[in-house]
């Protein structure tokens, strides 16, 4: 049986490997993606377009507007000369946050009177609005904490002190590239195996193998090969270039990380082998695979957090591989965890995968026979 | 050019269109489909932050502290911990997010007037999570001291904060109107991009050579339906985002349509192109999709703030006609801005309408190759 598993294999990997497009579509795709995360699809808020409109025009006022610039999270690209300008610049959406100090700025802090500062943001970016109106009162708050005390206050404030961990620059890089080995295994994985059983049936060639003496669960297992080569050479390529190029920690072990990849590529696999039981021609697997695969990445918590979604969508995201696996390659890369803290998930993983991957592999052989 | 002609070539299309009834329910369901997916999965909104509190203190300023962050609705107590070892393993395990950790002599300093701080840990690795919850936190702390009657020893800077256009920064008004033209984008090149490469795989191309319909007229007719149906997708998704989903629609409705069939015309000038380019149906969908939908999500503004992108990125987006459709909309959608504050986002558009129009005109030869 392991012989006759071999050579088939063997075949597989020749057939895969033969066509160009599909060398350069395998090779191509995750470094585009890395590429992607690591430079496009990043949340962080630096270098806010910043409009800044000073009544006061003292040396509070102007210090303070040095404490903006020098943050790096504002530039001050423009400066109306009055309030009304200020709207305009926000409404044609050249500046996304407006600050006005206003007349009398220096004069009540001196005083020890609260003194005024009036900040416009364009709320269209709810994201960004929210992350760069804390900003502003951090930048606020350290501010007035270097100036001299007013005379009579003996009260004290509690502050917090706050620490990050696991990534404590907060880059959403780091947060987004470990997630892309999840992606581009499922992606390419399904879209592999899925094609190769379909492309066997469209030229007619499945009927040569199956007068062959090889069983239907030997032909299945010789097609998960190809798939399972790539999906770990994909893995092994994202981390090196995530860790080296992009500078992402990895804290956890890498024999742990191949060890859940293994586990995840079940359940992949089992969904291609699926997908090839329902199509006909290599164009609807390949529909197939692009219709299972935008749903998946986005109830997965890829980009967005899973508790946020309504109830019936977080429900939805317990049937998903990926949701599991984000959280082991998240919790390798950046926690630093292994097996005593992420049991739960490579169980769940593995119980999911072999249920996918029988369904899935006694279907395939009831459409064969 | 020929009016009669045109209208029979748009009859034609339609009764084609017509009979692909599969087809024809896909136009209308994706966009549905999409805008409920995306517009509920997608959510930057942070609502559901677990925590967990260390009190060491147990005094009545600390059990204060921690009844300030129940309070507020964005944090939820999982556990009362004893030791630091229980955070970690709280963290790890991604069953918390946040730590508070409150010192032994808690209670008593703040009763004497003596400085002191809490400890905070924020689990850093969802980077756009934790800089929003690092800020509530912030927000709570001031909140507590204002309760307590603290004040600080600095002098008091009040910052107004107005956010402007989407006051309660729901990431859902950020969302949807980018969604839209992402939607829209991707149907009309989906719609056209099988229509002429189809009549090419029929052989019916040389049928159409051999009358006296000229490439314009032939391409105006092609575009009548599809635009049609376009336009109805439109609709469609504008009332499921405002009656449904509660988005404001604050700026002209007419203006709005206006833009979106100027956009639509590029689009759908666009997939024609595209299927005339490349005379193979299964090609011309699928270049449809990549080049349409890639763009339109990553380079057009819809959720990834273009200022974050390498230069030469940020240079490659003023040629995503997505780019201003996207800006048109939220400007219209949540600042109900004028023509005014978007002439030169539109007049764009048009340009780029009309130049893939006439590229589609003149790549239409009427002649067998």
């Known amino acids: ?44 808020v630096n270098n806010v377009s910043t409009a800044l409109l000073d009544l006061d025009k003292s040396q509070e006022s102007r210090e303070l507007a040095r404490r903006f610039e020098g943050s790096g999270y504002f530039t001050i690209t423009a400066l109306p000369g009055s309030p009304e300008e200020m709207g305009h610049l926000l409404d044609r959406g050249a500046v996304l946050v407006a600050i006005q100090i206003n007349r009398g700025f220096s004069r009540d802090i001196k005083k020890g009177v609260p003194a005024g500062l009036q900040v416009l943001v364009d709320g269209t970016d709810s994201n960004t609005a929210l992350i760069a109106m804390g900003y502003v009162s951090t930048i606020v708050g ?20 706050t620490r990050v961990w696991y990534n404590p ?3 959403s890089r780091n947060f987004f590239l470990p997630g892309v080995i999840a992606l581009i295994i499922m992606l390419t994985c399904l879209m592999v195996t899925s094609m190769a059983i379909v492309r066997e049936r469209e030229v007619g060639t499945i009927e040569q193998l199956m007068v062959t003496p090889i069983r239907p669960l030997e032909l299945v297992l010789a097609k998960m090969v190809p798939a399972s080569v790539i999906g770990i050479a994909q893995m092994v390529l994202v981390t090196a270039l995530g860790v080296l190029w992009f500078h992402v920690p990895i804290k956890g072990t890498f024999p742990f990380l191949f060890l859940c990849t293994g586990v995840y590529l079940l359940s992949v696999l089992g969904i291609g082998l699926f997908i090839s039981t329902i199509s006909k021609t290599q164009q609807q697997a390949l529909m197939a695979s692009f219709l299972f695969f935008q749903p998946a990445v986005l109830l997965s918590g890829f980009a967005t957090p899973i508790e946020n979604m309504p109830q019936v969508f977080q429900y939805i995201t317990y049937a998903s591989p990926l949701r599991y696996f984000l959280v082991i390659v998240r919790g390798v890369f950046l926690k630093g965890v292994g097996m005593e803290v992420l049991w739960p998930q490579v169980l769940a993983l593995l119980v999911l995968g072999t249920a996918i991957f029988l369904l899935s592999a006694m279907r395939f052989k009831k459409r064969l026979a | 050019m020929g009016l009669l002609r045109i209208k029979a070539m748009a009859q034609k299309e339609w009764i084609q269109i017509r009979r692909d009834r599969l087809s024809l329910a896909m136009a209308f369901l994706l966009p549905v489909m999409l805008l409920l997916i995306y517009a509920y999965a997608i959510t930057f909104d942070v609502n559901e932050i677990l925590m967990v509190v260390y009190d060491q203190d147990k005094g009545s300023m600390s059990r204060e502290l921690s009844a300030e962050f129940t309070r507020s609705d964005y944090f939820t107590l999982v556990a009362s911990l004893d030791s630091y070892e229980q955070i970690d393993r709280y963290l790890d395990s991604d069953r918390a997010r946040v730590a508070l950790v409150i010192p032994v002599d808690f209670s008593k300093r703040i009763r004497t007037a003596k400085p002191t701080s809490a400890e905070v840990i924020v689990d850093g690795s969802n980077s756009n999570t934790a800089t929003i919850a690092l800020q509530y936190i912030a927000a709570i702390g001031e909140q507590f001291n204002r309760r307590q009657g603290l004040s600080p020893a600095s002098p008091t800077i009040e910052v107004k904060n107005r956010v402007w256009y ?21 149907i009309a090149s989906v719609l056209t991009s099988l229509t002429v490469a189809r009549e090419w795989d029929r052989g019916t191309m040389e049928q159409l050579i051999s009358t006296p319909v000229k490439p314009v007229e032939l ?21 499921i985002s405002t ?7 604050r700026g002209s409705v007419g203006l709005l349509f206006a833009v979106s069939a100027i956009f639509l015309v590029g689009g759908l000038s666009f997939g024609l192109l595209l299927s005339t380019v490349t005379k193979n149906q299964v090609l011309a969908s699928q270049l449809g999709m990549l ?56 007049a764009l558009l048009s340009l780029y309408g009309a130049v893939v129009f006439l590229l589609a005109c003149r790549k239409l030869r009427k002649r067998i190759d």
Do not use: H
């Open chain 1, 1 to 44: 049986m392991m012989e006759r598993i071999k050579y088939l294999a063997i075949k597989e990997l020749i057939q895969t490997f033969r066509d160009r497009r599909r060398r350069i579509l395998i090779t191509i795709s995750p470094l585009i993606q890395l590429f992607l995360f690591g430079y496009v699809a990043i949340l962080d």
């Open chain 2, 219 to 239: 391409v105006i007719g092609k575009l009548i339906p599809y635009f049609l149906i376009g336009f109805a997708d439109t609709v469609l998704c504008v009332l």
């Open chain 2, 291 to 346: 080049t349409s939908f890639l763009p339109s999500f990553l380079f057009s503004g819809f959720i990834f703030n273009i200022s974050n992108m390498p230069v030469p990125l940020q240079a490659f987006t003023y040629t995503v006609s997505a780019r201003y459709f996207v800006s048109v909309l939220k400007g219209i959608f949540l600042k109900g801005i004028g023509m005014r504050f978007m002439a030169l986002e539109v």
């Open chain 1, 169 to 171: 620059d907060l880059k």
């Open chain 2, 243 to 249: 009656f449904l989903l509660k988005v404001p629609l």
């Open chain 2, 166 to 186: 989407n006051p309660e920064l729901k990431s859902r008004n950020f969302v949807i109107p980018g969604l839209i033209a992402l939607i829209m984008s991707v």
């Open chain 1, 142 to 161: 350290i501010f007035s904490r270097d100036l001299p005390a007013p005379a009579g206050v003996t009260a004290e404030k509690a502050y917090f002190r």
